[in-house]
Protein backbone atom coordinates (compact mmCIF):
# COMPACT_ATOMS: atom_id res chain seq x y z
CA UNK A 1 0.00 0.00 0.00
CA UNK A 2 3.27 2.30 1.10
CA UNK A 3 4.77 1.85 -2.80
CA UNK A 4 1.23 2.38 -4.47
CA UNK A 5 0.21 5.72 -2.25
CA UNK A 6 3.97 6.69 -3.11
CA UNK A 7 3.32 6.23 -6.91
CA UNK A 8 0.11 8.04 -6.88
CA UNK A 9 1.76 11.34 -5.07
CA UNK A 10 4.35 10.97 -7.89
CA UNK A 11 1.41 10.91 -10.82
CA UNK A 12 2.33 13.46 -13.54
CA UNK A 13 -0.49 11.71 -16.19
CA UNK A 14 -2.59 14.91 -15.95
CA UNK A 15 0.05 17.43 -16.25
CA UNK A 16 -0.24 18.79 -20.14
CA UNK A 17 -4.68 18.81 -19.31
CA UNK A 18 -3.95 21.30 -15.78
CA UNK A 19 -1.49 23.25 -17.66
CA UNK A 20 -4.08 24.11 -20.46
CA UNK A 21 -6.20 24.89 -17.99
CA UNK A 22 -7.48 28.83 -16.99
CA UNK A 23 -5.72 27.95 -13.27
CA UNK A 24 -2.83 26.62 -15.20
CA UNK A 25 -1.40 23.87 -12.16
CA UNK A 26 0.59 21.24 -11.67
CA UNK A 27 -0.65 17.78 -10.24
CA UNK A 28 -0.59 17.62 -6.79
CA UNK A 29 -2.33 14.60 -6.18
CA UNK A 30 -4.04 14.55 -2.12
CA UNK A 31 -4.02 10.69 -1.07
CA UNK A 32 -5.72 10.45 2.07
CA UNK A 33 -6.87 6.57 2.76
CA UNK A 34 -5.12 3.35 4.24
CA UNK A 35 -6.46 -0.45 4.90
CA UNK A 36 -8.88 -0.76 7.49
CA UNK A 37 -10.62 2.22 7.51
CA UNK A 38 -14.15 2.12 8.63
CA UNK A 39 -15.43 4.54 6.34
CA UNK A 40 -14.99 5.70 2.63
CA UNK A 41 -15.76 9.27 1.05
CA UNK A 42 -15.71 8.56 -2.27
CA UNK A 43 -16.10 11.85 -3.66
CA UNK A 44 -15.34 13.91 -7.10
CA UNK A 45 -12.05 15.56 -6.78
CA UNK A 46 -10.22 17.89 -4.10
CA UNK A 47 -11.06 21.52 -4.59
CA UNK A 48 -8.46 24.64 -5.16
CA UNK A 49 -8.24 25.20 -1.53
CA UNK A 50 -7.31 21.46 -0.88
CA UNK A 51 -5.04 21.58 -3.74
CA UNK A 52 -2.78 24.27 -1.95
CA UNK A 53 -3.36 21.98 1.93
CA UNK A 54 -2.78 18.69 0.34
CA UNK A 55 -6.26 18.08 2.41
CA UNK A 56 -8.94 16.78 1.31
CA UNK A 57 -12.32 18.88 2.03
CA UNK A 58 -10.01 21.90 3.89
CA UNK A 59 -12.59 24.45 2.54
CA UNK A 60 -16.50 25.39 3.35
CA UNK A 61 -17.46 22.39 1.31
CA UNK A 62 -15.86 19.69 4.09
CA UNK A 63 -17.25 21.58 7.15
CA UNK A 64 -20.82 21.10 5.59
CA UNK A 65 -19.69 17.39 4.99
CA UNK A 66 -18.63 17.11 8.55
CA UNK A 67 -21.78 18.65 9.94
CA UNK A 68 -23.83 16.27 7.25
CA UNK A 69 -21.88 13.13 9.43
CA UNK A 70 -22.15 14.46 12.48
CA UNK A 71 -17.99 14.46 13.15
CA UNK A 72 -15.57 16.53 14.22
CA UNK A 73 -12.91 17.89 12.17
CA UNK A 74 -10.40 15.49 14.58
CA UNK A 75 -12.67 12.50 13.48
CA UNK A 76 -12.87 13.34 9.93
CA UNK A 77 -8.95 13.35 9.69
CA UNK A 78 -8.18 10.24 11.37
CA UNK A 79 -6.82 8.55 8.69
CA UNK A 80 -7.31 5.07 10.87
CA UNK A 81 -10.96 5.33 10.84
CA UNK A 82 -11.94 7.65 7.50
CA UNK A 83 -10.71 7.23 3.95
CA UNK A 84 -11.18 9.54 1.29
CA UNK A 85 -11.12 8.07 -2.11
CA UNK A 86 -12.40 11.15 -5.16
CA UNK A 87 -12.47 10.20 -8.88
CA UNK A 88 -9.87 12.55 -9.34
CA UNK A 89 -6.97 12.93 -6.78
CA UNK A 90 -5.78 16.65 -8.17
CA UNK A 91 -7.42 19.79 -8.48
CA UNK A 92 -8.76 19.65 -12.19
CA UNK A 93 -8.97 23.18 -12.40
CA UNK A 94 -11.48 25.88 -13.64
CA UNK A 95 -12.52 26.26 -17.13
CA UNK A 96 -12.62 30.08 -18.62
CA UNK A 97 -15.59 30.79 -17.20
CA UNK A 98 -14.58 29.73 -13.64
CA UNK A 99 -16.78 26.75 -13.65
CA UNK A 100 -15.03 23.82 -11.64
CA UNK A 101 -13.75 20.85 -14.66
CA UNK A 102 -14.80 17.63 -14.45
CA UNK A 103 -12.51 15.17 -12.78
CA UNK A 104 -10.72 13.47 -15.73
CA UNK A 105 -11.00 9.68 -16.05
CA UNK A 106 -7.89 8.25 -16.69
CA UNK A 107 -6.74 9.29 -13.08
CA UNK A 108 -10.27 6.49 -11.98
CA UNK A 109 -8.70 4.41 -14.81
CA UNK A 110 -5.30 4.31 -13.87
CA UNK A 111 -5.71 3.87 -9.59
CA UNK A 112 -9.14 2.71 -8.32
CA UNK A 113 -8.75 -0.69 -8.50
CA UNK A 114 -5.39 -1.42 -7.45
CA UNK A 115 -6.78 1.25 -4.55
CA UNK A 116 -10.04 -0.56 -3.75
CA UNK A 117 -8.46 -4.19 -4.11
CA UNK A 118 -5.72 -2.96 -1.63
CA UNK A 119 -7.71 -2.01 0.64
CA UNK A 120 -10.24 -4.64 0.84
CA UNK A 121 -13.67 -4.42 2.32
CA UNK A 122 -15.33 -1.22 3.87
CA UNK A 123 -18.15 -1.02 6.30
CA UNK A 124 -19.58 2.17 4.67
CA UNK A 125 -19.18 4.02 1.35
CA UNK A 126 -20.15 7.77 1.13
CA UNK A 127 -21.20 8.25 -2.47
CA UNK A 128 -20.89 11.95 -3.62
CA UNK A 129 -21.75 13.79 -6.46
CA UNK A 130 -23.11 12.47 -10.04
CA UNK A 131 -19.46 11.29 -11.20
CA UNK A 132 -18.86 9.06 -8.27
CA UNK A 133 -22.28 8.22 -7.91
CA UNK A 134 -22.36 6.83 -11.94
CA UNK A 135 -19.05 4.57 -10.95
CA UNK A 136 -19.80 3.27 -7.60
CA UNK A 137 -23.43 2.70 -7.45
CA UNK A 138 -23.74 2.11 -11.37
CA UNK A 139 -27.09 4.44 -11.76
CA UNK A 140 -27.55 6.21 -14.68
CA UNK A 141 -30.11 8.61 -12.80
CA UNK A 142 -29.48 12.34 -11.99
CA UNK A 143 -27.88 13.26 -8.44
CA UNK A 144 -31.46 14.15 -7.44
CA UNK A 145 -32.75 10.96 -8.29
CA UNK A 146 -30.08 9.03 -6.93
CA UNK A 147 -29.56 10.71 -3.76
CA UNK A 148 -33.54 10.14 -3.75
CA UNK A 149 -33.09 6.42 -3.70
CA UNK A 150 -30.58 6.57 -0.87
CA UNK A 151 -32.35 3.66 1.11
CA UNK A 152 -32.02 1.42 -1.83
CA UNK A 153 -28.07 1.45 -1.19
CA UNK A 154 -28.01 0.56 2.61
CA UNK A 155 -25.94 -0.27 4.45
CA UNK A 156 -23.21 -0.41 2.69
CA UNK A 157 -23.42 2.92 0.88
CA UNK A 158 -25.18 6.45 1.13
CA UNK A 159 -25.33 8.58 -2.45
CA UNK A 160 -24.99 12.72 -1.17
CA UNK A 161 -25.10 15.42 -3.02
CA UNK A 162 -21.63 17.26 -2.99
CA UNK A 163 -21.82 19.32 -0.08
CA UNK A 164 -20.59 22.76 -1.62
CA UNK A 165 -22.29 26.05 -0.74
CA UNK A 166 -23.12 26.52 -4.39
CA UNK A 167 -25.73 23.69 -3.86
CA UNK A 168 -27.71 26.06 -0.48
CA UNK A 169 -30.41 26.15 -3.74
CA UNK A 170 -30.94 22.50 -4.43
CA UNK A 171 -30.77 21.90 -0.09
CA UNK A 172 -34.04 24.55 0.29
CA UNK A 173 -35.97 22.50 -2.78
CA UNK A 174 -35.46 19.14 -1.37
CA UNK A 175 -36.44 19.59 2.58
CA UNK A 176 -35.92 15.72 2.66
CA UNK A 177 -32.58 15.21 2.46
CA UNK A 178 -31.98 16.86 5.77
CA UNK A 179 -35.10 16.04 7.46
CA UNK A 180 -35.10 12.11 6.21
CA UNK A 181 -31.34 11.43 5.18
CA UNK A 182 -28.84 13.36 7.84
CA UNK A 183 -30.53 11.47 10.82
CA UNK A 184 -29.84 8.08 9.06
CA UNK A 185 -27.04 9.19 7.54
CA UNK A 186 -25.19 10.39 10.91
CA UNK A 187 -26.46 7.15 12.89
CA UNK A 188 -24.70 5.12 10.37
CA UNK A 189 -21.67 6.84 10.28
CA UNK A 190 -21.26 6.53 14.03
CA UNK A 191 -22.02 2.75 14.35
CA UNK A 192 -19.32 2.01 11.61
CA UNK A 193 -16.80 4.44 13.16
CA UNK A 194 -17.41 3.12 16.42
CA UNK A 195 -17.50 -0.60 15.48
Known amino acids: ?17 FAATATRHHPRPVVWFRPGVRLIIASQAPGLRAHHAKEPFRDPSGTRLRDWMGVSEEQFYDQTRIGIVPMGFCFPGYDAQ ?9 CRNTWHAQIFDAMGAVPLKLVIGGYAQRYHLGTRAGVTETVQAW ?14 WRNTAWLKRNPWFENELLPVLK ?6 LDG
Open 1 to 17: MEKLKQDLRGCRICAER
Open 98 to 106: GADLPPPAV
Open 151 to 164: RDHLPGAIPLPHPS
Open 187 to 192: TRVREV
